[in-house]
């Protein structure tokens, strides 16, 4: 096995701080775990903080608890990190074979299966320290997200719809920050969850189109594959249903403005992405996925502006 480390990986930032800082032996742990590459973690947490406000707003609460803030971010750093190793182990053959994921520390020999297995455990195992130190009931709801964790690397196998296991995986948070502060799970935020997977959809079908010609070549399958020409028209849609949904959601639990402002200030952000997005250039897409951060603080800031407007 070489020890090599081949260099950035492709989808990371030329100047990412792994690259420039991290020791050489912890290099390969830290890409696996996609700290040089930190947007997947930022998707991963703000249905959580999303959740967590959601329910604040939803029982006429005037404060949010920060000390579950925290705890929700080291929490999705460290399952991130645990669902990426996992992906990459599976994905292992594949990314090999494709420019992209080749550098990637288990096919680039930089890190062994068993190894990534360990690292994956150990992460794993933070994961669950940080998760009982809610209730009962999200414990349970945490718990139960781990079935789609394991089953999401092998969906692009058997459907043209793996982003949708993607959405439902990721966005999981929600019901977690929700049972967190009501230690109940209960319809209302089911439809914020909802329209968060419709914007997983759209935004990793914009990911999946940096990789769909090499998907094609070793019989993967994606969104971006089955959509084609039609992807603009296809991501519009989700992206309309997401904020759709992300209204209902707000009348739901009693939103009264500031809101319903911040959710048309994200429509206007997912109309920049679908007009503007090329398919076919590889940077275009890439930015305009990692532009999806902004939609989450987007409708974080909704959320508190609402609580903050509940105390006059």
């Not at 645990?82 to 680039?108: E, F, K, L, Q």
């Not at 935020?189 to 935004?203: D, K, N, Q, S």
Request: charged share 10%; proline share 4%; glycine share 8%.
């Amino acid at each position: 096995m070489t020890t090599t480390n081949p260099g950035p990986i492709a989808d990371a930032a030329s100047d990412n701080w792994v690259d420039a800082w991290a020791p050489t032996f912890a290099k390969p742990y830290l890409q696996l775990a996609r700290l040089d590459r930190p947007i997947g973690t930022w998707l991963l947490l703000f249905p959580c903080w999303w959740g967590q406000a959601y329910a604040h707003l939803a029982q006429g609460e005037t404060w949010i608890n920060i000390w579950y803030f925290v705890l929700f971010a080291i929490g999705a750093l460290v399952m991130r990190g645990a669902g990426c190793t996992w992906n990459d182990i599976v994905d292992r053959d594949y990314d090999g074979r494709v420019a992209r994921t080749a550098a990637r520390p288990i096919p680039s020999g930089q890190i062994s299966v068993t190894q990534a297995l360990v690292f994956a455990i150990a992460l794993s195992l933070i994961g669950f320290l940080v998760l009982i130190q809610f209730n009962l009931v999200t414990i349970f709801v945490g718990i139960a997200s781990l079935a789609l964790v394991a089953a999401y690397p092998y969906a692009k196998r058997f459907t043209y719809w793996p982003q949708v296991v993607l959405g439902l995986t990721f966005n999981w948070g929600v019901l977690v920050g929700w049972t967190a502060i009501t230690g109940e799970i209960a319809w209302t935020p089911l439809i914020l969850y909802v329209g968060a997977v419709f914007w997983t959809i759209a935004y990793d079908t914009i990911y999946a189109h940096q990789d769909s010609e090499d998907d094609a070549l070793l019989g993967l399958k994606s969104t971006a594959l089955n959509f084609g020409d039609k992807t603009r028209m296809c991501i519009g849609a989700f992206f309309a249903a997401a904020a759709i949904c992300w209204l209902i959601a707000g009348f739901a639990a009693g939103a009264q403005g500031p809101y319903f402002l911040m959710v048309l200030a994200a429509g206007a952000h997912f109309a920049w992405q679908t007009v503007t997005l090329d398919p076919h250039n590889t940077e275009n897409c890439l930015v305009r996925f990692r532009a999806n951060r902004w939609v989450g603080w987007i409708i974080l800031i909704g959320l508190c502006l609402e609580i903050l407007l509940l105390q006059f």
